[in-house]
């Protein structure tokens, strides 16, 4: 428990911080890297120069400041963040590293403002945040080491396959490389990939896992991520994964986590809409085929958005879910369709989500929604849910980069 002190305290700094955020933020980054370069290999240095993970960090410290007398509310974001870092393997002595580079920097930005009566407020109260993490971090390390197959860190596998999805996604196909059990993951959940890049060694990226557990492999499906500005490299490690790695080389995994899943949402009955945009189908899939699978006969509704049928990946299979019987429905929305997709079939309609789609076509007042996509869909989406009153506890999604991103209007 904090002191009452500490909590004013950090109640009266927390909107200088927030106007601050950023800088400070940024100022925190530049300070680690320099004092602390062995931490640099565990951050997406694409995160970094997006400025997503300043926006990140700088959004969880301010949240955290602005409920620091309620800390129950933090329960869903640490999990997000708790999550996050099992994927990537931090660990407790990590955690002084990132409170005192954190500290100075507030200091450096926020100047006389910082007195000592802050800085050790600020300290007590980063501290808690930290024990909270790694508790809930150990208990996670913890239970991965513990399930059959299980393991921490990162461990060999080898590609057995390679399929073309369309001409932007390919699938990979995983299993141990010392031929030892696969752990069984949660439909929903991501692994992460280690790939010892020239120029970005060791910089690890998620990948969410497109099959369904207990299958005998792991498959990843990966969009090649093309430059944003002619000035901008492509994404190094899908285009990596996409041009350099064959069936029978290996790739250094890391065990599967995530919040992201059916379990523990799922409510008997009720029915179940899935709403993938582009490569967010992956996690969305998995689960759906899991679903399906158990055999439970949830009403299942599964939107496929897509621009085309260039780059419509896995229709296939989201097209085969209807085999299990009435109770699987399934859509597919072009937005940019080629001449002759609607008359071939390969879509259901021209267009995107929209609120028509989602009144008509779900039964939004019961669902459980999950969502998945780049952020215009993901912000649509939300905001198309909002305006069918469907209450935030039935909303589950996933981003495929920091959550807090979603929130931020500026970012790219
Ligand atoms: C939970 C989760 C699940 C995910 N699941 C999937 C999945 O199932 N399938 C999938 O394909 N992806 C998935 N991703 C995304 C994946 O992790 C990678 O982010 C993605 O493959 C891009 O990585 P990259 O190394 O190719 O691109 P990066 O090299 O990281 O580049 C990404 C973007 O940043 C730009 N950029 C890079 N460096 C610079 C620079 N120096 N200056 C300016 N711009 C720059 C690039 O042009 C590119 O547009 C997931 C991510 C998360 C967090
Ligand atoms: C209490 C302290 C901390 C807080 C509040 C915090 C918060 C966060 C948040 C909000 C994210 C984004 C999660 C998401 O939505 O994807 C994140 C990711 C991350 N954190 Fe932390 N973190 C803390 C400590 C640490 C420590 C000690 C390290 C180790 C050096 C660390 C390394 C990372 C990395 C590498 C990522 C992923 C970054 C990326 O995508 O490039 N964090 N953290």
Known sequence: MLSRQTVDIVKAITPAVAANAETITRRFYERMFTANPEVKAYFN????????????????????????????????????????????????????????????????????????????????????LADICIHREREIYHQQLAQTGGWNGYRPFVVTRKERESEIVTSLYLQTADGGALASFLPGQYITVRIDHPVTPTSPRNYSLSDRPDVGHYRISVKRELALRADTPDGLISSYLHDQVSVGDRLEIGPPCGEFTLVPTLVPGRPVVLLAGGIGVTPLLSMAKALVHANVKTPLYFIQAARNSRVHALGGEVQELREAGAHVQTRVLYDAPLDDDLAHGRCDAAGTVDLDVLRDWTPHREAEFYFCGPKPFMQLVSRLLNQLEVDASRMHCEFFGPKQELMSPAAA
């Not at 994927?87 to 005192?100: A, N, R, T």
């Open 45 to 128: 240095q694409a995160h970094q120069h997006s400025g997503s993970q300043q926006r990140a960090l700088a959004g969880a410290i301010c949240a955290y400041f602005t409920h620091i007398d309620q800390l129950d509310a933090l329960g869903p974001a640490v999990e997000v963040i708790a999550q996050k870092h099992c994927s990537l393997g931090i660990q407790p002595e990590h955690y002084p590293i990132v409170g005192q580079n954190l500290l100075l920097a507030i200091g450096d930005v926020m100047g006389p403002a910082v007195t000592d009566e802050v800085v050790a407020a600020v300290t007590e109260a980063y501290q808690l």
